[in-house]
């Protein structure tokens, strides 16, 4: 599969998601294919903070 057919795909089955502070998004990366758009804070805010963590 290309990679143009692949992304075609994944933005037919995608939905966005909007968090806000405090918000909180766990994946399971074996099950979701994701992403994020880029991050464009705005003057005087936090910047946003991700973290990895491996649970077995």
Same mark, same amino acid.
């Given at each position: 599969?290309? #990679?143009r057919r692949a992304e075609? +795909?994944?933005s037919e089955v995608s939905s966005g998601v909007?968090?806000?502070p405090g918000d909180?998004? #766990?994946l399971d990366n074996h099950? +979701?294919?994701h992403a994020r758009t880029a991050f464009k804070p705005k003057?005087?805010?936090r910047q946003m903070?991700?973290?990895n963590v491996c649970c077995s």
């Open positions: 599969m290309g #990679i075609k +795909a994944l909007v968090l806000k909180l998004i #766990i099950l +979701a294919a003057n005087g805010e903070v991700t973290k």
